[in-house]
């Protein structure tokens, strides 16, 4: 192995450590971060890989089963969490109900995002028209309370899976215009904007390799948040029958059908609550871990 030599030690403290070793740094001082990627990481682990490890069928119901206490209430390890009204076991619901709510979660914010970013952008770069049509566009959205439009959507389209996606995407893209909105007004008067527009970039170049990275943290946080919102938007449809319906598992249709046992059995709300607890607040540590990461004045 070889040897650092004292030139080696004087060119590194001259030279100072690379973007690499500084972006690594600061992932791993950050515990905020780290915490909300290893539970987001398990989660998602846990949903790819449902059909290895849940021990039973979610959608299997067994009567003489019914209402079993988990362990940690004098039940048995054959069923470590207890069944529902049902006999399904509770583990294995809940095992499969990561899938539902990190799919809804994250499709929803990608289809929002991508909305929103794009009228955002194209409203804080243009100005003019332009921005007078998507800030009316952006009052509207506002105007409108989300839980009651998709409720009345739901209603009338029917509760599935797919349909509380695509009303949750086209419903929750108004934050991500409004913050790539101020964003892109923030950096378009930048030097390096004027510069490339001086050389003859095209617009949609200085978009992507001027504006885009410039707004990136920012747009890394509204995605979590959105995703967070997505997820707990889904948990109160489904808690109000207007979710995803059943048999599907999905953890607010589980809190749904055990409220009415909630003074007797309460493990039957609390255990997909904690568990939908612990999913949203581990996607708001990773975001705001990313922002304090990604921020411009954190780079140098």
Do not use: C
């Not at 009052?139 to 949750?168: D, F, H, K, Q, T």
């Amino acid at each position: 192995m070889a040897s650092v030599t004292p030139h080696d030690r004087l060119l590194d403290e001259i030279t100072g450590p690379t973007p690499g070793q500084m972006l690594r740094k600061r992932i791993f001082g950050h515990q905020g971060l780290l915490i909300g990627l290893v539970v987001l990481i398990l989660l998602t682990l846990v949903a790819i890989f449902a059909p290895l490890l849940a021990p039973h069928d979610p959608y299997a119901q067994s009567l003489m089963n019914r209402m079993v206490p988990p362990v940690f209430m004098g039940g048995t390890w054959e069923h470590p969490l207890g069944t529902d009204h049902l006999g399904r076991d509770y583990l294995s619901r809940l095992i499969y109900g990561a899938r539902v709510s990190l799919l809804i979660g994250a499709v929803a914010a990608l289809i929002s995002g991508v909305i929103g970013t794009a009228m955002g952008v194209a409203a804080g770069y243009f100005g003019g028209k332009v921005d007078a049509v998507v800030t009316f566009l952006i009052n509207v959205r506002l105007a409108m309370p989300v839980v009651l439009v998709a409720l009345a959507v739901v209603a009338i389209l029917g509760g599935s899976l797919e349909v509380v996606i695509v009303v949750l995407g086209l419903l929750l893209w108004d934050r991500f215009a409004v913050v790539m909105r101020a964003s892109t007004m923030q950096v378009r008067r930048r030097e390096y904007v004027a510069a490339a527009q001086v050389i003859g970039a095209s617009t949609p170049r200085i978009l992507l390799s001027e504006i885009m990275p410039n707004i990136a943290n920012n747009l890394i946080v509204v995605v979590t948040l959105e995703m967070a919102h997505a997820i707990l938007l889904e948990a109160a449809l489904s808690f109000l029958g207007l979710g995803v319906q059943p048999p599907t598992p999905s953890w607010g249709l589980m809190v749904s059908e055990g409220k009415n046992m909630m003074l007797f059995e309460p493990w039957l709300v609390l255990i997909p609550g904690a568990v939908l607890f612990v999913l949203v607040l581990a996607i708001n540590l990773m975001g705001d871990g990313l922002r304090d990461v990604t921020a411009p004045e954190n780079r140098s």
